[in-house]
């Protein structure tokens, strides 16, 4: 038998009520009458509809075994549609068919049966009566008593359903007939284009939202962007919204995955086809290239109302290929995107950035994944916020870690999170990883692996003065990893970064190599640690980070005092540019200390002075809060010409800071909570760039220098809490560049 069915699959229902069948609709009908006319166009009307439609051909020989074909095509049918015309039961082969149909129905509750009565009365069907009547005169002579009767009990009930009258309907204008039966069936299949994951969990307000927005009324060509890192929930909110909405426009189209599909030969085309295909109800539009997609778009989308979605744009490329200023008026095109700078530049309405679960939604969509409840078992409750916690709210990595702890026992679990803070999950990473790979250059790429090993929390100005110290453009490439949601800056102005973002970069360091001193950037301080006491560091190596208090928290049987590392462990990192420390001893000459240092910060430092053997001309920002300092620069005699940032905060035994003439090029001096602090050098006015002063909480210095007033470009002092300083020097009320000072508890008359 042959089967002709709806090409346009690509509008084809997902959803678990719809995947179990083969077809939405089954049409029966008698060939020789409606075959090449109204039953043709119904099912065009339906195809076109993104329906699956099942007909037999009528002019098929009627030797040929067609029965379990047709039975099986009933059974995977959502509905049934069957056109009486006047010569519909003359057909045994119709009757049988409508015998099928009534019996799939009576097993099967959901199946959908409309009667279209097209020039024939319901009741002729009803009582047999008319030309039914007239028909079964003719097979009373061929057939059984037995099937005769199952034909006229069909016949009889099918004429009791709720059906629909050409000559009822529409004034008996076929087309408008056929437009209402399509409607008919769509409404009563409930038809959901699009597959959705059963456990939506706080994503509600977001989609209302949108919603609201699409349901608006408006004449107006709307945009939308959502916006936010993978696995966030962006193609979801999307899809939900697309499902709820696809029905209120005359044509609509849901694109996904057009970062990917735009990576394959002629992958803009396909979108482009996809498009058209999708508003003209599955005709297929050839097109030769991207312009005359472009043109054919324009030609189409003109004169329709239409709902788009282009889910996962990359580049601004995407969205010229399908989105030009000739939309009709009311349709609404819905971008998702991890690059908010594209939203940006197409001036959308409105851009969405999608949140990160709290605590308790997070809860929830793991418990469901997991569980296949709202909450954990019993026994599970303090692993499993362990894990949620590991997340971060990201709905991607609880799903991926509830799938795979399901079903498993205790210990698993238990080793599973040892793992995960060694170890992230690599499903997770890579859908993340998708925006690392799509940053422009190995600059942008560079800069992000930095911020992620070492500067998370970090202040942005900061690190823009390190970084550019690094010969990076650091302002642009911060920027681009915002748009690229990779970063952002909280409101005091602190670089901050996603946990499983950070694990991401983390993670693509840590696979540069098998052995911590091959890889160019070590933050753990176990791998810190064991590389500076094998001394067998690299010189690929750039940054590195040690912080004795967590390495000793982890080794416990080590004696803190015992543990000292030599300067000559830096020897081959030729590389290195940015140093952390917190509470390392080293011994030996500091002439091994790297010399191509643009950040060194080291809390806790030991010694009660610079070693005088310190060579850091490139150095940029030097950290020591909380140090053993007594005198800054004893002894020393070599400039630190590139010094722009120095903090010795918190060092509770600096008395003085003298000869600033070593670092003519400072621009920030922080000096808060240092209480033993008696003066301020001279030489201070001498700076002729600092324009930032903290002595905040420095309760013994009584009285700043004269040489204050000299200080040109100094925009802020901050000398609260400075409970012992009596008096300002006495131009420095005249100094024209400062624009902030504090000066609370500060009795000065």
Known sequence: MALVTSSAQEASSSNDSSSRFSYHVFLSFRGEET??????????????????????????????????ELERAIQQSQSSVIVFSKDYASSGWCLDQLVMILQRKKTSSNHVVLPVFYDIDPSHVRKQTGSVGKAFAKHQKKQSPEKLNRWREALAQVADLAGMVLQNEADGHEAKFIKKIVKVIEDKLCRVPLSVTPYLVGIQYQVENINLWVQDGSSDVGIWGICGIGGIGKTTIARVVYNSN???????????????????????????????ADILSGRKVKIQSVSEGIMKIKDVIGSKKVLVVLDDIDCMGQLDAVMRDCFCAGSKIIITTRHAGLLEARRVDKVQMVEFLNDV??????????????????????????????????????????????????????????????????????????????????????L?????????????????????????????????????????????????????????GREIVRLESKYPEKRSRLWHHRDSFNVLREKNGSKKIEGLVLNMHMYLEDNPSRNSDEVVLE????????????????????????????????????????????????LLEYLVVLEMPSSNLRQVWKGMKNQLPSLKILDLSRSIYLTEVSEFSLVPNLEKLILEHCPSLVEIHESIGNLESLVYLTLKDCKTISKLPESFSKLKSLETIVISGCSNLKEFPVQMSKMESLKVHEIDEVPIH
């Open 448 to 504: 992000f692996l930095h911020i992620a090993c070492f500067f998370i929390g970090k202040d942005k100005d900061v690190i823009v003065k390190i970084l550019d110290g690094c010969d990076f453009y650091t302002i642009v490439g911060i920027q681009n990893l915002i748009d690229r949601c990779l970063v952002f800056c909280d409101g005091y102005n602190k670089m901050r970064m996603h946990q499983m973002i950070r694990e991401m």
């Open 246 to 276: 696809f029905a209120r426009f005359e044509g609509s189209s849901f694109i996904e995955n057009v970062r990917e599909i735009s990576e394959q030969p002629n992958g803009l085309v396909q979108i482009q086809k996809q498009l058209l």
């Open 361 to 446: 939604h997070s809860l929830e969509l793991f418990s469901w994944h997991c569980f296949r409840q709202d909450h954990p078992i019993e026994g599970y409750m303090e692993l499993s916020e362990r894990v949620v916690n590991h997340c971060g709210g990201l709905p991607l990595a609880l799903q991926t870690l509830a799938s795979s702890l399901l079903g498993e026992s205790l210990d698993v679990w238990e080793s599973a999170l040892k793992k995960l803070k060694a170890i992230s999950n690599s499903e997770v990473l890579s859908k993340l990883r998708i925006s690392y790979d799509s940053l422009q250059d190995d600059h942008d790429q560079n």
């Open 35 to 68: 075959r090449k006319t109204f039953t043709d166009h119904l099912y065009t009307a339906l195809t076109n509809a993104g329906f699956r439609t099942f007909r037999d051909d009528d002019e098929l020989p009627r030797g040929e075994d067609i029965k379990p």
């Open 567 to 614: 300067t000559n462990a830096f020897t081959s990192m030729r590389k290195l540019r940015l140093l952390e420390f917190c509470d390392v001893q080293l011994n030996g000459s500091y002439e091994e200390f790297p010399k191509g240092l643009r950040w060194l910060c080291w809390a806790e430092f030991p010694l009660d002075s610079l070693p005088s053997d310190f």
